[in-house]
């Protein structure tokens, strides 16, 4: 098993920044992927970015491409997504994810996940 928790949500104007965190914990030896999604209300839950765990693959949604970078420590378990720009329609639950088996940029290979936590972008 592998714990996921989310940290750094927020409440922030259009343009500005953000930092979300994953702490993982448990059996992250086994990781292969990790990745972010984020689901607005009333709407799917949307893949953001993907990383390899072990280094030199990342995915980007086209929609945050030119905002976001994500990234991870793997000395500290963790996998951060930088956000810039930041525009209303960012505004969801942002949920991180792991898969034991590929990085992906769609949420079925992945099997742990975080609670999620709010990003809100007011205009």
């Known amino acids: 098993q592998v714990q996921l928790v989310e940290s750094g949500g927020g409440s922030v104007q259009a343009g500005g920044s953000l930092r979300l965190s994953c702490a993982a914990s448990?059996?992250?030896?086994?990781?292969?992927?990790m990745g972010w999604f984020r689901q607005a209300p009333g709407k799917e839950r949307n893949f953001v970015a993907a990383i390899r765990w072990s280094g030199g693959t990342t995915l980007v949604a086209n929609s945050v491409k030119d905002r976001f970078t994500i990234s991870r420590d793997n000395a500290k378990n963790t996998m951060y997504l930088q956000m810039n720009s930041l525009k209303p329609e960012d505004t969801a639950v942002y949920y991180c994810a792991a898969s034991d088996t590929v990085v992906a940029a769609n949420s079925r290979p992945y099997n742990y996940w975080g609670q999620g936590t709010q990003v809100t972008v007011s205009s």
């Open positions: 448990g059996r992250t030896f086994s990781t292969v992927g």
